[in-house]
């Protein structure tokens, strides 16, 4: 199983930026798909999440200015990123694993829900 992730630059505040995220050697149709970041010095934080049913889950900080989404024939999780702020500069990974949304201990925006990781693409929010 492999995970790309592109789409990272250095932007502006307010700007906006597309990630991409590329798997392969597996079959995404009931596998949920995270979104992490890592800021210098910060522990990973879970960004967004969506399930094998695309319903979706943000952390409150970006909640209205990012979307998640995913094309499972074309094996793709997005994550568009608008209004960015430089508190939004980190390394971005993206990962899955098996949905398991029955859990009474599920956590979208826990890394322990996820299972492969990418390698991460940076961005750097600045002036």
């Known amino acids: 199983v492999q995970l790309v992730e592109s789409g990272g630059g250095l932007v502006q505040p307010g700007g906006s930026l597309r990630l991409s995220c590329v798997f392969s050697?597996?079959?995404?149709?009931?596998?949920?798909i995270g979104w992490f970041r890592q800021a210098p010095g910060k522990e990973r934080e879970g960004v967004a999440s969506?399930?094998?049913?695309?319903?979706?889950y943000y952390k409150s900080s970006v909640q209205g200015r990012f979307t998640i989404s995913r094309d499972n024939a074309k094996k793709t999780s997005f994550l568009q990123m608008n209004s960015l702020k430089p508190e939004d500069t980190a390394v971005y990974y993206c990962?899955?694993?098996?949905?398991?949304?029955?859990?009474?201990?599920?956590?979208?925006?826990?890394?322990?829900?996820?299972?492969?990781w990418g390698q991460g693409t940076r961005v750097t929010v600045s002036s």
């Open positions: 990962a899955t694993g098996p949905d398991t949304y029955f859990s009474s201990s599920y956590h979208p925006l826990g890394a322990d829900e996820y299972d492969y």
């Open positions: 050697g597996i079959t995404l149709d009931y596998y949920a």
């Open positions: 969506i399930g094998s049913d695309s319903r979706t």
